[in-house]
């Protein structure tokens, strides 16, 4: 299983901050680093000192890490236009010798749109299908030959296509829809990831992305199938409620929705998700200072898993 660590800085973080976790996932032997794409602050928290953009965020470690997997779990559809984004990733992959992966999906916090004046449709899911179908589309063409597209939401014509990204970007597509999620991650994604889901309700969500990949004829072992939970782990109890208390988040209910508790609980909650078909993790950090937690996780608990 591969493990990535997944943060949340709209919360309240710093470049710095996020800096110093990208290096220590590094350090630590993770595989990837990967941030959400959001403005607003969730919950009682008011943010501060305010959000960083995601992309310019992945752009700075593409420098300042030589390994690591550097990615957005996930960008919104409503954030970017398609053609702005593929040329933002793909320089992304170059400055980062071609370590860059992108999630995308149809986006669903209302507030933060209206916060910073960013249109937010009422029916999205049109919009993430054509900047998938877009971006793909960019990236593929050919070098010396013209893309072009003529959908409901967006036009392009004869662009260039360029640039291009260092070899393939691996494109992530998650969800929680029956139908239509799956046959787009089918189409597109390299990676299905399934979102903080009630842990005993993994295989099912894979098996319907497996059931249509093989109604357009692909093989459903290309895609790599995932999940995000919330992660809090302590050497003892003791400790486990300590980190729990610094996220505001109970004990008991972190232990039922995550990879939580002591490092016993944890090895034993990742046999069984890996059990239900889960080959990547991604461990989400809520707390940014407490390296010392991404240390006992790689030390205690990667290493058994």
């Known amino acids: 299983m591969d493990f990535r660590i997944f943060t949340e800085p709209q919360q309240g973080a710093t470049y710095d901050d996020l800096l110093a976790v990208a290096k220590a996932t590094e350090d630590l032997g993770f595989d990837a680093f990967f941030r959400s794409d959001h403005f607003l602050a969730m919950g009682d928290g008011d943010g501060l000192p305010g959000p960083t953009d995601a992309w310019l965020t992945l752009a700075g470690l593409a420098r300042e890490t030589s390994r690591i997997k550097l990615g957005t779990l996930v960008t919104s559809a409503t954030f970017r236009h398609p053609g702005l984004l593929a040329i933002q990733v793909a320089q992304v992959s170059q400055m980062s010798g071609g370590r860059a992966e992108l999630g995308l999906g149809a986006g669903w916090f209302a507030r933060e749109h209206e916060a910073y004046g960013v249109p937010f449709p009422a029916k999205r899911f049109g919009l993430l299908e054509e900047q998938l179908e877009i971006i793909t589309g960019l990236w593929g063409t050919p070098v010396g030959e013209t893309y072009s597209f ?8 004869d662009s260039p296509a360029l640039p291009k990204p260092v070899g393939s970007v691996p494109v992530i597509v998650g969800g929680n829809g029956p139908k239509r999620t799956p046959a787009l991650a089918a189409r597109h994604a ?17 098996a319907r992305v497996r059931e249509a990949c093989e109604a357009i004829g692909r093989d459903a072992d290309e895609l790599t199938y995932s999940t995000a939970l919330i992660m809090c782990v302590g050497a003892n109890e003791a400790e486990f409620v300590e980190r729990a208390r610094a996220i505001g988040r109970e004990p008991a209910e972190l232990r039922e929705h995550g990879i939580a508790g002591t490092v016993d609980e944890a090895v034993d ?14 461990l989400q950090v809520m707390d940014l200072s407490d390296l010392d937690h991404l240390d006992l996780v790689a030390r205690e608990v990667v290493s058994r898993s």
């Open 269 to 282: 909650t990742l046999g069984k998700i890996a059990e239900q078909g889960v080959e990547r993790v991604y």
């Open 190 to 206: 390299t990676e299905f990831n399934a979102a903080f889901p009630e842990l005993d309700a993994l295989a099912p969500t894979f």
């Open 150 to 157: 003529d959908g409901t939401h967006y036009t392009l014509t």
